[in-house]
């Protein structure tokens, strides 16, 4: 336990214990620069809890973040259904907070391990902090399970950090109380600035993709990354279709890291291993995907984060969903929708490829979603709220 801090009338003052729960990559990626400033903060005692909900892909992230977890419940199970990771969730997540008592749980996004982590502190009357807090797209499918967790995370949490106006709106709107709604920006933008000043300061950290460099030099690089769940099946065949007709111009090549979700690895190794133009690798460690963003001339995903990430860097992104919760970056014109209908995907990446001026038009660097900031800004919110606080 760290020392009690004093105030200047000498009163004591204990830190606040905050439990910091997650579960899978986007989640870790979001939550560490969350959990290095409320470490670095003596007002609070911070213990960490992954469900590792992903094993390799977490472990990623939290070695180059150099987190060691207080609580590891290794509940990942090869494609494990969304009832047995839910329940096991929940169980396991309320013991560790029985042990922890913490005055404050935070959870991000939309994950199970988020939406369970949420549930089981509401069972204990513990106030949840909710970092991401406020995306909706409307559409209880799209993204599917994610557009429901988050609205039940919004129903529990005492504290909404909303990255943007338009999510601090769409709380609002359902009638979230206005004190306990922040604009906070998203910390994926503070992680993206950290893991940017880290390579640079060492560039062996992100040298890993050199052979692939060497061996596509030449050609014009689209980044891909694709797993979402309401994707499965027809989806992620017309978007491993649209990728195989891309890949037969010889001007481009496709660097696309794999998720290990065996639903998405099935479809992709049978329409695309072997293609010339195509590398097919492993997950990426946060550096090397910063990296391949940095290399790529377009960026084609179903992904998140990678809608928030590329605008930052200036790439166009190309989003294969039918809806966003993310509308900023298409607002903004740097992000736009392309759906999973190969003969749209692939004619608008051979838009981009082959028109200037509409390449231009999407690769203006801003960042709509955040200033680097977030974390300090939701640490001083931590410190500051008294709870109850409705
Ligand atoms: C989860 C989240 C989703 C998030 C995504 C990020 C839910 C419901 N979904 O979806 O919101 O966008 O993570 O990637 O919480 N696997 C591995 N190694 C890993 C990770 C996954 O082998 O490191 C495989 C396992 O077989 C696992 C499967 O992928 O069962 C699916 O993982 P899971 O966490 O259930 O769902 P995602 O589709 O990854
Ligand atoms: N990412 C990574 N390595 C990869 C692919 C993605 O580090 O090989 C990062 C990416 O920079 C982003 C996050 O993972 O921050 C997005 O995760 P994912 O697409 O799995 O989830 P989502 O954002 O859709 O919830």
């Given amino acids: 336990m760290p020392t009690p801090e004093k105030t200047s009338s000498s009163q004591i003052i204990s830190p606040r214990t905050v439990l ?10 979001k939550m560490f620069p969350v959990i290095h400033a409320l470490k670095a903060d003596p007002r609070f005692r911070v213990v960490t809890c992954v469900s590792a909900q992903h ?4 472990d990623q992230v939290l070695q180059i973040a150099g987190i060691v977890p207080d609580h590891d419940l290794d509940l990942m199970r090869p494609d494990q259904t969304l009832d047995a990771l839910t329940a096991a969730l929940l169980v396991e997540l309320g013991k560790v907070m029985d042990v922890a008592r913490p005055d404050w749980v935070v ?8 939406m369970a982590g949420a549930l089981a502190a509401y069972y204990r009357k513990l106030p949840v902090a909710h970092v991401e807090a406020g995306l909706r797209s409307h559409n209880i499918y799209h993204p599917w399970p994610e557009e429901i967790n988050r609205k039940i995370i919004g129903t529990i949490a005492a504290l909404h950090f909303a990255p943007t106006e338009t999510s601090a709106a769409a709380l609002k709107a359902e009638n979230v109380a206005a004190h306990t709604v922040h604009v906070t920006g998203n910390t994926v933008i503070d ?31 689209i980044g891909v990354t694709s797993h979402r769940r309401e ?9 491993a279709d649209a990728i195989r007709r891309i890949a037969e111009r010889p001007d481009v090549a496709l660097i696309f890291p794999v998720h290990p979700n065996p639903n998405v690895r099935r479809v992709m190794d049978a329409a695309l291993a072997g293609l010339p133009n195509v590398a097919m690798i492993e997950p990426l460690d946060y550096p090397h995907f910063a990296r391949l963003i940095a290399i790529s001339e377009i960026m084609l995903t179903d992904s998140g984060g990678v809608q928030e990430e590329a605008p930052a860097l200036g790439k166009p992104v190309l989003v294969m969903r039918e809806t966003t919760e993310r509308p900023e970056g298409v607002v903004a014109g740097t ?39 977030s974390a300090r800004r939701i640490v001083e919110l931590l410190a500051n709220v008294e709870y109850p606080i409705l």
Wanted: glycine fraction near 10%.
């Fill in 191 to 221: 992680a993206l600035e950290w893991v940017t000043a880290r390579i640079a300061a060492e560039p062996a950290l992100a040298a890993g993709l050199a052979d692939l460099e060497a061996r596509f030099a030449g050609k014009r690089i």
């Fill in 335 to 373: 992000a736009r929708l392309v759906g999973t209908d190969a003969d749209r995907i692939v004619s608008e990446i051979f838009t981009l490829l082959d028109d200037k001026a509409a390449y231009s038009a999407m690769a203006r660097a801003h960042n709509p979603f955040g200033d680097g900031q």
């Fill in 231 to 239: 994707n499965f099946g027809g989806g992620l065949e017309a978007i």
């Fill in 20 to 29: 910091v729960v997650f579960g899978t990559r986007p989640e870790a990626i």
């Fill in 107 to 114: 959870v991000q996004g939309d994950t199970a391990t988020a």
């Fill in 55 to 58: 094993r390799g892909m977490l």
